[in-house]
């Protein structure tokens, strides 16, 4: 009789804590990380800090924003009992006094491990101390882990990142799991109870239009690149449990700003995470403005969870369709030719009603509505973002 009980009990405690866990990614996560633009080299207590605070000057926060995630290259080693040692010239305050100060600008905090013995810059990764490491993260106040996955030989993906989400419950503290395995063993099909987001490609790259290929084998890439390796992805993703084709480029450099607007757009389009990669201290008018347009982002947090898809496919124009609560419709036209591209969309041959009104998202204006085709010139590698409601 008591073991029914204490099964009873375990089972019972366990769903509570999944269900806090569960929570925690209704929609994409939102935040900004240090690895696209500090790398290894450029992170530090007063770099990590000057980001927050633009996080909030910037108008960041207000749109959305809310992790900040310190990247590989934090930590240094473990002490005599195993626990993990932050580097002290790079952090000399320590991680727990930056958590503070992120929580202080309510904002949250998010830090880096691997799966691996050592991480992807050859740090000491988590493998045998994930309980250690899942207790120091709590205590520390994280709030979100990434998890890489080099120098993982001998693991399985499945069992190695459920080892870490145990762990994690076992912490206590509501951490949003990002598993990062680059879609190696197609996590879509297993990771939905590990996971909140997970990554399902290779490294993105600050460029438009190139394939990576790792070993004679497509790896990450460009964000065009990256975006296509999502084709297909759409079913997986819904609340709490999300495709993540890995953090943005926007603000980096290497793009126009046509480039901008389209890379961001289309991942709102497929519901990613909206992991800013720039350095917000030093932001552009042009990129900031991209970042925090709401009325995009709005599309990328709908409710109803729904990752978009291709509706017409093609090498040079594309439709990109994502149904949205309460009946509206996200429409994303895309132009991946070297020139503009005029456009005439029959709405009825995508079986588009004839009612919707469209709202111009990028234009902040009102387009007509879905009764006449749909008219417009768009410049090279843009985008126009529509909003078709019925309201
Ligand atoms: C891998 C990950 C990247 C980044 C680096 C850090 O390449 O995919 O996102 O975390 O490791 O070393």
Same mark, same amino acid.
């Given at each position: 009789?008591?073991?029914?009980?204490?099964?009873?009990?375990?089972?019972?405690?366990?769903?509570?804590?999944?269900?806090?866990?569960?929570?925690?990614?209704?929609?994409?996560?939102?935040?900004?990380?240090?690895?696209?633009?500090?790398?290894?080299?450029?992170?530090?207590?007063?770099?990590?800090?000057?980001?927050?605070?633009?996080?909030?000057?910037?108008?960041?926060?207000?749109?959305?924003?809310?992790?900040?995630?310190?990247?590989?290259?934090?930590?240094?080693?473990?002490?005599?009992?195993?626990?993990?040692?932050?580097?002290?010239?790079?952090?000399?305050?320590?991680?727990?006094?930056?958590?503070?100060?992120?929580?202080?600008? #309510?904002?949250?905090? $998010?830090?880096?491990?691997? /799966?691996?013995?050592?991480?992807? !810059? *050859?740090?000491?990764?988590?493998? =045998?101390?994930?309980?250690?490491?899942?207790?120091?993260?709590?205590?520390?106040?994280?709030?979100?882990?990434?998890?890489?996955?080099?120098?993982?030989?001998?693991?399985?993906?499945?069992?190695?990142?459920?080892?870490?989400?145990?762990?994690?419950?076992?912490?206590?503290?509501?951490?949003?799991?990002?598993?990062?395995?680059?879609?190696?063993?197609?996590?879509?099909?297993?990771?939905?109870?590990?996971?909140?987001?997970?990554?399902?490609?290779?490294?993105?790259?600050?460029?438009?239009?190139?394939?990576?290929?790792?070993? #004679?084998?497509?790896? $990450?890439?460009?964000?065009? /690149?990256?975006?296509?390796?999502? !084709? *297909?992805?759409?079913?997986?993703? =819904?609340?709490?449990?999300?495709?993540?084709?890995?953090?943005?480029?926007?603000?980096?450099?290497?793009?126009?700003?046509?480039?901008?607007?389209?890379?961001?757009?289309?991942?709102?389009?497929?519901?990613?995470?909206?992991?800013?990669?720039?350095?917000?201290?030093?932001?552009?008018?042009?990129?900031?403005?991209?970042?925090?347009?709401?009325?995009?982002?709005?599309?990328?947090?709908?409710?109803?969870?729904?990752?978009?898809?291709?509706?017409?496919?093609?090498?040079?124009?594309?439709?990109?369709?994502?149904?949205?609560? #309460?009946?509206?419709?996200?429409?994303?036209?895309?132009?991946?030719?070297?020139?503009?591209?005029?456009?005439?969309?029959?709405?009825?041959?995508?079986?588009?009603?004839?009612?919707?009104?469209?709202?111009?998202?990028?234009?902040?204006?009102?387009?007509?509505?879905?009764?006449?085709?749909?008219?417009?010139?768009?410049?090279?590698?843009?985008?126009?973002?529509?909003?078709?409601?019925?309201?």
């Amino acid at each position: 009789m008591r073991r029914i009980f204490t099964l009873i009990f375990v089972l019972f405690c366990g769903a509570a804590t999944a269900q806090k866990f569960n929570d925690l990614a209704l929609t994409p996560p939102m935040g900004w990380n240090s690895w696209n633009k500090f790398a290894c080299d450029g992170i530090s207590e007063k770099a990590i800090r000057d980001v927050a605070d633009a996080m909030v000057t910037s108008g960041m926060k207000d749109a959305g924003y809310q992790y900040i995630v310190i990247d590989d290259c934090w930590q240094v080693g473990r002490d005599s009992i195993g626990n993990i040692i932050a580097d002290e010239k790079k952090f000399p305050s320590g991680i727990k006094a930056l958590a503070d100060y992120i929580h202080s600008k #309510g904002l949250k905090f $998010g830090i880096y491990s691997c /799966a691996g013995k050592l991480t992807c !810059a *050859g740090r000491p990764g988590s493998r =045998g101390y994930e309980f250690q490491d899942a207790r120091t993260y709590a205590k520390w106040g994280v709030d979100y882990l990434k998890l890489d996955w080099c120098n993982s030989d001998g693991q399985t993906t499945k069992e190695a990142y459920t080892l870490m989400r145990d762990a994690l419950y076992k912490a206590g503290r509501p951490i949003v799991f990002s598993i990062c395995e680059w879609g190696n063993s197609k996590p879509w099909y297993w990771a939905q109870d590990v996971g909140h987001l997970w990554r399902t490609t290779g490294d993105i790259e600050n460029q438009w239009g190139k394939v990576k290929a790792v070993e #004679g084998k497509v790896w $990450g890439g460009s964000v065009v /690149a990256i975006l296509d390796m999502q !084709a *297909g992805l759409d079913k997986f993703a =819904g609340p709490g449990h999300w495709n993540d084709p890995d953090m943005l480029e926007v603000g980096n450099g290497g793009l126009t700003v046509e480039e901008e607007r389209a890379h961001f757009s289309l991942w709102c389009m497929i519901a990613a995470p909206l992991i800013a990669g720039n350095d917000l201290s030093k932001m552009s008018k042009q990129s900031a403005a991209v970042l925090t347009n709401k009325d995009v982002i709005a599309i990328d947090q709908d409710k109803l969870g729904k990752q978009g898809y291709k509706i017409l496919d093609g090498f040079d124009f594309e439709i990109y369709m994502k149904p949205l609560a #309460g009946g509206d419709t996200a429409i994303c036209l895309f132009n991946r030719t070297e020139k503009p591209l005029k456009v005439n969309v029959d709405w009825a041959k995508y079986k588009i009603g004839n009612d919707f009104k469209i709202t111009d998202l990028w234009a902040h204006k009102s387009a007509g509505s879905t009764a006449a085709n749909f008219k417009a010139t768009i410049a090279r590698h843009d985008v126009k973002m529509l909003r078709l409601s019925k309201k």
